[in-house]
C-alpha cells in the first residue's frame, strides 16, 4: 500500500447550474500521509469547502465530481457505494464544521449524539458507549464530563460545543479528520486552545487532518504540508517551512502579506488588491493574471501547470519557474 493515507488526484467537481457550469475544484491534486497534518488554504470561493466534500462524497445537486480518483488506504472513494460510504464517513473519516450549533442536534444530550455515532458504528452496547462518550469528552478537555454528558448544546459555550463536536468526530478514532474553518467562530483565546487540543490528539491518536482555513497563522502553527487554493486549483502545494520561507506563487505572498502582524502596532491588513474572478467569467489565461503584480504578456493567454520547483514543492506560475517564453 501506498505511503499515502489519502491520495487525491485530478478532482473535478462542477456545479451544473441554469446560469452556466461552475468548476469549483477544477483538476485538484494532494496527498495525506498518515498522521499528517494537510493545511488548505485560500481566500473565500477559492473551493476549499468543495474539495472537503467531495472527498467525503456529500457534494449535492446540481453538484458532481465529474473526474479523477480519491484513494483512501489505496482504494477509490469515487468507486464506494453510497452504502460504503456512510460506513466510512464518521467512523473513519469524519468531519467537523465551523458552526458547531448546525452540527449538533438542540434536542439531544451531548452524550446521546457522541453515543449514537458509537452505537452506530462501533456495535457498542448504551452503557459501553456512554463510558466511552464520557472518556472522549475527558480527552477533548471537558472538565466535569460525567455531568456534561447530559447536558443539551445550549447549555454548553461555544468553545465547548466546539470540544464536543471533536469528541464526536473522534469517537470512533478515525484516521483522517477533516476540519473546515473549526475555530471560525470562536474568539481568539479558544481558538488557540482548540488548536492546541486537536495537535495533542493528533499525536496521541494518530489522526491525520485535512485542515481548511483563510488564516495562514493557524495553517503555520497546525501543518506539516500546505496547498494554497485559487479558483478550483492548487497553486502552490509544499511543506510548510518551505511554504513560509519561500513562498512563491504571487497569490501565497499575498496572502503572506495579509497576515495582520502583533508587533505591528498599525495591525494592517494588506490585502490582495483586486476581486476573485466570478466562477462563470474566468480569465482565459492564469486566474490569478488580473490582480498579479508579476504578470507577463504570457500569463494572459496561457495557463500555467504545477511545476516542481524545490523538493516537494509544487507552484503554477510562469514567472516563478521562469518559463517566461
Ligand atoms: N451549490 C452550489 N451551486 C453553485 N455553485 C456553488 C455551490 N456550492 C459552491 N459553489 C461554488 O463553488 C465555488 C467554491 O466554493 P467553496 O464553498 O468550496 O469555497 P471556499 O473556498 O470553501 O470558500 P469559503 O472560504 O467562503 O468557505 C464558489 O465559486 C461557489 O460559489
Ligand atoms: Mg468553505
Known amino acids: 500500500m501506498s505511503e499515502f493515507l489519502l491520495d487525491v488526484k485530478n478532482v473535478k467537481t462542477h456545479f451544473f447550474t441554469d446560469k452556466g457550469v461552475v468548476k469549483a475544484v477544477d483538476g485538484v491534486d494532494f496527498k495525506i500521509k498518515k498522521g499528517e497534518t494537510l493545511g488548505i488554504v485560500g481566500e473565500s470561493g477559492s473551493g476549499k469547502s468543495v474539495t472537503s466534500m467531495s472527498v467525503m462524497q456529500l457534494v449535492e445537486e446540481p453538484g458532481k465530481t465529474i473526474e479523477g480518483a480519491i484513494k483512501f488506504k489505496g482504494e477509490d472513494l469515487?468507486?464506494?457505494?453510497?452504502?460504503?460510504?456512510?460506513?466510512?464517513?464518521?467512523?473513519?473519516?469524519?468531519?467537523?464544521?465551523?458552526?458547531?450549533?448546525?452540527?449538533?442536534?438542540?434536542?439531544?444530550?451531548?452524550?446521546?449524539?457522541?453515543?449514537?455515532?458509537?452505537m452506530l458504528h462501533q456495535d457498542m452496547s448504551r452503557e459501553e458507549a456512554k463510558n466511552k462518550a464520557i472518556e472522549m469528552l475527558k480527552i477533548v478537555g471537558i472538565p466535569r464530563a460525567e455531568r456534561v454528558v447530559d447536558?443539551?448544546?445550549?447549555?454548553?459555550?461555544?468553545?465547548?460545543?466546539q470540544r464536543?463536536?471533536?469528541?464526536?468526530?473522534?469517537?470512533?478514532?478515525?484516521?483522517?479528520?477533516i476540519a473546515d474553518e473549526p475555530t471560525t467562530a470562536l474568539d481568539v483565546t479558544i481558538q488557540a486552545q482548540i488548536l492546541q487540543l486537536m495537535n495533542e490528539l493528533k499525536k496521541k491518536l494518530g489522526t491525520a487532518i485535512m485542515l481548511i482555513t483563510h488564516d495562514l497563522g493557524v495553517v503555520a502553527q497546525m501543518a506539516d504540508h500546505v496547498i494554497v487554493m485559487y479558483c478550483g486549483k492548487v497553486v502552490e502545494d509544499a511543506p510548510v517551512e518551505e511554504l513560509f520561507e519561500n513562498p512563491s506563487h504571487p497569490y501565497t505572498k499575498g496572502l503572506m502579506k495579509s497576515i495582520p502582524s502583533l508587533d505591528d502596532d498599525k495591525r494592517r491588513l494588506d490585502s490582495i488588491e483586486g476581486m476573485?474572478?466570478?466562477?462563470?467569467?474566468?480569465?482565459?489565461?492564469?486566474?490569478?493574471?488580473?490582480?498579479?503584480?508579476?504578470?507577463?504578456?504570457k500569463c494572459k493567454t496561457h495557463k500555467p501547470e504545477l511545476k516542481e520547483i524545490a523538493s516537494g514543492h509544487k507552484v503554477s506560475c510562469f514567472v516563478a519557474t521562469e518559463e517566461v517564453r
Open 151 to 161: 447536558d443539551y448544546p445550549h447549555q454548553l459555550s461555544g468553545g465547548m460545543r
Open 276 to 297: 476573485v474572478p466570478h466562477p462563470l467569467r474566468l480569465p482565459k489565461g492564469c486566474y490569478f493574471e488580473p490582480r498579479c503584480p508579476y504578470a507577463i504578456e
Open 78 to 118: 469515487l468507486q464506494k457505494t453510497t452504502e460504503e460510504m456512510q460506513t466510512i464517513r464518521g467512523n473513519e473519516i469524519s468531519m467537523i464544521f465551523q458552526e458547531p450549533m448546525t452540527s449538533l442536534n438542540p434536542v439531544f444530550k451531548v452524550g446521546e449524539q457522541i453515543m449514537e455515532v458509537l
Open 164 to 177: 464536543v463536536m471533536i469528541a464526536m468526530a473522534l469517537a470512533c478514532e478515525p484516521s483522517l479528520l
